[in-house]
């Protein structure tokens, strides 16, 4: 059974940082690309960033380059999507999710989600 938990989220002030977790089990992690999405209220669910499955190349959102670093260790079955700067317009519930073939932005396009965690940025 195909298993994604993400943690590492919270509570942030505007400039502060966090750094997200994704623990895979229940296929080949390390054959899968992965990618985070995030979704706030009342709006859809939007694309993040990506990772191969090897970690050779990454794929950002324009809102995330230059603030956001997507990694993944395959010896741990875990993905990483470290942020930096974050601002109050980063406040979303963030997902990973695994895709079997590419590096793709469309939510459609991924196989597998967890369940999410909140990241909310104060003012």
């Known amino acids: 059974q195909v298993q994604l938990v993400e943690s590492g989220g919270g509570l942030v002030q505007a400039g502060g940082s966090l750094r997200l977790s994704c623990a895979a089990s229940?296929?080949?992690?390390?054959?899968?690309?992965m990618g985070w999405f995030r979704q706030a209220p009342g709006r859809e669910r939007e694309f993040v960033a990506a990772?191969?499955?090897?970690?050779?190349?990454?794929r950002y959102a324009d809102s995330a380059k230059g603030r956001f670093t997507i990694s993944r260790d395959n010896a741990k079955n875990t993905v990483y999507l470290q942020m930096y700067s974050l601002k109050p317009e980063d406040t979303a519930v963030y997902y990973c999710?695994?895709?079997?073939?590419?590096?793709?932005?469309?939510?459609?396009?991924?196989?597998?989600w967890g369940q999410g965690t909140q990241v909310t940025v104060s003012s």
């Open positions: 229940g296929y080949t992690f390390s054959t899968y690309p």
């Open positions: 999710a695994a895709r079997a073939i590419g590096l793709a932005t469309l939510a459609s396009l991924y196989n597998y």
């Open positions: 990772i191969t499955s090897s970690g050779a190349s990454t």
